[in-house]
């Protein structure tokens, strides 16, 4: 068997050949069927096999067929090119291999700088222990809500750590019909209920529009129920767009709800002087999902969540038994007081690398080019006569279609849709599609610093191409 520092210096070799590689391959092509099968249907060895032909499988069987986000012409969902620094100090990371739910040793003590540090780019008040390092931004808002549920229940005289939610006043949570998907996992999976989350429509730029929203507070306080949570979107997924957060905040503040705010993609963009304006009022939000492994590209597994009053989540979370007390922990206690995990990786170590490498300056000139370059791309869209913008650019997503002269609403529908998958597979590009106010789009996400205009120009080339072929 190869020694630590063998194996672990062929793994470096890999993993930096694979990231050089990436821009001179295609973005993305499909795994070979027989390859599939044999890498999902592969039999248990009985013996274990030398670690660099384990490290050979990988490279040919697994990294050859990469998601493609590495890729500056990845334009797909809202997945990160990782940045080098934070590949380097997850490897670190995993050598290490503690448990980060608290304790003494060098993880723990630098995920509060680490958090402290997202807090900072983007200008949230913070007090030590006002957050921690999640899986992700779905798990950010499970902890979020589960907190603003605790509150809303205590105030109501109801203690739902005790008795659960049988016979508890009836909650009601608020945000857009673009209020993403991890919201209402949220509050179904805490036994709120999706019926309980009402929507309010969005305007043409796909922000919540807040007469909507005052109307239906209302309207369920008369019908009894408890309103209790408002959330807003800090860049939705279908086109990027920021909610009105002072208003939203206001109302928050007026009907006593807690203010979440979803940034987990376009949190960060409010570093872009061109687009800060949007954000105001975010930092009066009670809680904020951020993903750093989203715009500030630190590898995939780590999101983050912001609160403005630490004592919420520990009351909603806090639990030591026994085995766990540990006196010397001092006043904030343990990560593991304020979320779900006990266990928890150490993943401060890739955030503040992909941080630290950079710096302010940097971290907001690659968040900049990002948003400039989506803003070129918008403008590209506006200009050709074959595509139609669906949204304004707020922040760097671009939802556009394909509608070429003479197509009507519904043909252009079928080709936006269809073209998506045929641009994948041409492996040039890549870009998904979605729906906004009932419409077929295709959503171009930029949160790659190296995607130039090269790039959106060749995105507009393969979906042009793909779409003509798509017309009988
Ligand atoms: C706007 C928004 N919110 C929440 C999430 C969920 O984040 P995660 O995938 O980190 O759980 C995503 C993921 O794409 C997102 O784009």
Redesign the pocket.
Known sequence: MADAHDILQTAARIAAGHLDGLADGPVWRPTPPALRVGLAGQALPDQGLDAEQVLEALERDVLAYPMGNGHPAFFG??NAAPHPAGVAAALLAAAMNPSSAGGDHGDVHLERAAVRWIAELVGFPHEPGAGLLT???????IVAVGAARQRALAAAGWDVRAHGLSGAPRLVAYGSEEV????RKAVELLGIGSENLHVAPVDESGGLQVDALRRAIAADRAAGAVPFLIVG?A???STGAVDPFDELASIAAEEGLWFHV?G???GLGVLDPAIAHRYAGMERADSL?L?P??WLQVPAGV?CLLVRDRAQLRETFSYVPAYLRDDAAGELGWYSEYGIEQTRPPRSLPVWAAIAARGREGVAADITACASTARLLGELVERDPDFELAAPVETSIVAFRYAPAGSEPDEADRLTAASAAAVQAAGRAFITDSTFRGRAILRACLINPLTDAGDVSLLLEEVRGAGAALRP
């Open positions: 969902w809202v899986s992700g931004a779905s798990m950010a808002t993403h998907s991890c919201v979107s860049g939705t997924v979803d987990a993609y376009g999902a993903d492994h989203k999101g």
